[in-house]
């Protein structure tokens, strides 16, 4: 698990970083929504937001990494 490789301008319990797939899971706000996609160009990850809960959710559990819908393309409502 790839934690800081890259600098990121957040709090480090904000956000988690997933090096295999090039994406950052930002806590959500509506203002990082807005800016999702320039903040994506800026550090060349895709920002993906999310609630906190997730974040922690994910950086405790490794294997959630490969289940989410950005991951499989699959809905599990």
């Known amino acids: 698990m790839s934690l800081r490789k890259k600098k990121f301008p957040w709090n480090k319990d904000e956000y988690v970083v997933i090096e295999e797939h090039k994406e950052v899971w ?6 990082r929504a807005m800016a999702a996609k320039k903040m994506g160009e800026q550090y060349g990850y895709e920002i993906l937001v999310a609630s906190q809960d997730f974040i922690d959710r994910l950086r405790e559990d490794p294997s959630l990494r490969e289940t989410t819908f ?5 809905r599990h409502d």
């Open 26 to 31: 930002l806590r959500g706000s509506f203002m």
């Open 70 to 74: 950005h991951v499989t393309g699959e």
